[in-house]
């Protein structure tokens, strides 16, 4: 089943601009992270940022903020003030960690993002 | 510079021809993993190591072998590839099961198999 859906498979963006990426999940752990990574057209991974189940304030990372709403299972990136470097694939991603899960990470479909002048 | 260090970067082959993609990690981290990434399907994990010897099955393991007999390396074995494991692959590290504990990522192989 899948764990980690992400709904919009591309979204244009004005340059200075702010976007929201969409990120759910399933789960019944208690305890999981939560990360958004950024992969640009040379195909690198990069992480974003990192928020904990038990945080109970969002994270935020320069202009990248997560809008995590714990109760409905989303974990929307936030992405204040695009720049055109910011065009991109974007990865939602989860850890669970109860003891089936140790070592498994699992990613969303992705969300691609094309930065306008 | 603690990084993942994948290679090839890219690799065209033909079908049957067995092929090892290698993988080293320089930060002493206990979990390794491979992944493929193929458009619209995001990316799925292959195999995962937990520490030396101990390896375990992700949601994609057909087709595909790995070993870790040393901490550092985890390589990626196709022992007999097929066109549809043309993909882009990913290694990567982590250096616990918590979890805040992410994924360090190498720079890809990207695999085609004709």
């Known amino acids: 089943a899948q764990k980690i859906t992400q709904t919009q498979p591309g979204m244009f963006v004005q340059e200075k601009e702010a976007v929201t990426l969409d990120c759910t999940y399933d789960?019944?752990?208690?305890?999981?992270?939560l990360f958004w990574y950024k992969q640009p057209s040379s195909g690198e991974m990069i992480f974003l940022i990192y928020?904990?189940?038990?945080?109970?304030q969002n994270a935020t990372e320069g202009r990248y903020s997560l809008n995590f709403q714990k109760a409905r299972k989303s974990a929307n990136l936030v992405i204040s003030a695009s720049q055109l470097g910011d065009s991109a694939m974007y990865f939602c991603?989860?850890?669970?960690?109860?003891?089936?899960?140790?070592?498994?990470?699992?990613f969303g479909a992705g969300t691609q993002v094309v930065v306008t002048p | 510079e603690a990084q993942v260090t994948q290679n090839p970067r890219y690799l065209i082959t033909v079908t049957g021809k067995k092929l090892t993609v290698t993988c080293s990690q320089n930060m002493n981290h206990e979990y390794m993993s491979w992944y493929r990434q193929d458009p619209g399907l995001g990316l799925r994990q292959i195999y995962y190591?937990?520490?030396?010897?101990?390896?375990d099955k992700g949601d994609v393991p057909e087709g595909y072998k790995v070993s870790r007999k040393e901490k550092r390396n985890f390589p990626l074995i196709l022992e007999s590839p097929s066109p549809n494991q043309t993909s882009l692959y990913f290694c990567?590290?982590?250096?616990?099961?918590?979890?805040?504990?992410?994924?360090?990522f190498g720079s890809g192989t990207r695999l085609t198999v004709v």
């Open positions: 190591s937990m520490n030396v010897e101990v390896t």
């Open positions: 990567a590290s982590s250096g616990g099961q918590g979890a805040n504990y992410g994924y360090t």
């Open positions: 991603a989860m850890r669970e960690t109860r003891t089936d899960s140790w070592g498994k990470f699992q």
């Open positions: 789960t019944s752990d208690q305890s999981y992270g």
């Open positions: 928020q904990g189940s038990y945080d109970e």
